[in-house]
């Protein structure tokens, strides 16, 4: 949502009329530029300019049509307005057709300049808008465009999904509920060598567990009352790609040591068959719950959770992270404006004060609600409650901000200044000034 500034550039030999205009857009704080030619204007646009053109169609060499021509060549969203003298409207409406965004008969008011240009720039400024957030969803082709944040947890999950996506290692996941842990298996799996093969997910927690080992395992025709033809289960499906078990905590006790015999051997049975097949694929897994604990307590099998966590990757919740949450509202925003066809709007203070001080107990996916209800221009939080930085003007919420990501780091380290400074890449002597200044010591 951070572009450069709108201006217009307005192409016109007669320099008093262009000493108008230029006047006009002024004293409506609407930054302007002018040139006497064609030719200069397309010495001054280049493929990033941010902005509209206004040209009279009548000048010395090339002429408004031919620039209209060559513009829309380079970037077919730019507005340009044309400026027609006396008879020249026939071929002004022929060049609306061509792509001319609208065109004004000389003589005209300051109003109707003020008003077209407007308009022109509300379009550029949208399109702009979107063609940002194409590109930014094309780069989720990277790790950084699909595992968004710059906080240090966020780089070294990068780096660690980076390190061993390629390799058949089996993944566990950890993290609250809407910390995000499908896309980093989703992650995993697109960045191998798996690929172009199946990517099954099965929510463990959401199965009632009398379908749970046909949904798994498979069964063949007549394997049990209602099984009329056979069915390929969720681990077959996955053959040569990953199978994805979210809330694997949930799994029943009787079907982990199945599970377990499949991970050890790499063959499978059938409901119903004594045959055994040959099943090669990479197991993720996800929890929000202590799986070691739970082996201790005997509520899941140890030696299931030890097959499982060959890799160890833990998602930190929202609250933790607080650097990235701006970051991903206006990630978030982009997507939703785009979705429902409507202008990105604009951060206000007060929006921005709640974001920062929320402690986002659904996380990511919390906070994507929350920019999807301001892209349709309603309330971001549903309710008014109290907010510790709740009618707090920009910088005062900027304070807030870092006050919670200092109290989060200080926490984590015991208090310890030296390792939260480095944890924060942050001078010690600044830490213990801020430190100080919020009275956190």
Not at 232 to 249: Q, R, S, W
Not at 394 to 406: G, I, P, Q, Y
Request: proline content about 4%; some cysteine.
């Amino acid at each position: 949502m951070n572009q450069a500034p709108l201006t217009v550039l307005i192409v016109e030999d007669d320099p008093h009329v262009l000493l108008g205009c230029q006047q006009a857009l002024a004293l409506e704080d609407i930054a302007s530029e002018g040139v006497g030619s064609a030719e200069e204007a397309l010495q001054r646009i280049g493929d990033d300019f941010a902005g509209i053109v206004v040209s009279d169609i009548r000048l010395p060499g090339i002429d408004g049509l031919e620039l209209l021509s060559r513009l829309k060549a380079r970037d077919r969203s730019l507005p340009v307005v044309l400026i027609t003298g006396h008879g020249d409207i026939d071929m002004a409406v022929g060049a609306m057709r061509n792509g001319a965004y609208d065109f004004m008969e000389k003589p005209f008011s300051p109003e109707r300049l003020v008003d077209v240009v407007r308009r022109a720039l509300e379009q550029r400024g949208l399109a702009r808008e979107v063609f940002a957030l194409r590109r930014q969803l094309a780069e989720q082709s990277t790790l950084e465009g699909r595992i968004i944040g710059r906080s240090p947890a966020m780089q070294e999950l990068r780096e660690l999904i980076a390190n061993v996506a390629d390799t058949s290692a089996n993944v566990l996941i950890e993290g609250e509920t809407g910390t995000g842990k499908e896309l980093v298996a989703r992650c995993l799996h697109d960045f191998s060598r798996r690929q172009d093969q199946p990517f099954v997910a099965l929510n463990c927690g959401g199965l009632p567990e009398n379908l749970f080992e046909s949904e798994i395992f498979g069964h063949e025709a007549n394997a049990f009352t209602g099984a009329g033809k056979r069915r390929i289960g969720k681990i077959e499906h996955a053959n040569g790609g990953t199978l994805f078990l979210d809330e694997v905590e949930s799994m029943p006790i009787n079907l982990q040591i199945k599970l377990l015999r499949v991970l050890q051997e790499r063959t499978l049975e059938r409901l119903g068959s004594n045959q055994s097949i040959a099943v090669d694929c990479r197991v993720i897994a996800a929890t929000k719950a202590d799986l070691d604990a739970l082996g201790q307590s005997g509520q899941f099998r140890s030696d299931l959770y030890y097959r499982l966590n060959v890799v160890t990757l833990e998602l930190p919740p929202l609250r933790e992270r607080r650097e990235d949450i701006l970051q991903l509202f206006e990630h978030f925003l982009l997507q939703s404006s785009l979705r429902f066809d409507r202008e990105v709007p604009e951060l206000d203070s007060q929006t921005l004060s709640r974001l920062m001080a929320h402690d986002w107990p659904g996380n990511v996916r919390e906070l994507r609600n929350v920019a999807e209800r301001y892209a349709l221009g309603l309330p971001a939080f549903k309710k008014a409650g109290a907010s510790p930085a709740q009618g707090l003007g920009f910088s005062e919420a900027v304070e807030a901000f870092e006050r919670n990501l200092l109290s989060d780091a200080l926490q984590r380290t015991g208090g310890n200044l030296s390792q939260a400074s480095q944890e924060l890449g942050m001078a010690k002597t600044t830490l213990f000034d801020k430190v100080k200044k919020y009275g956190l010591g």
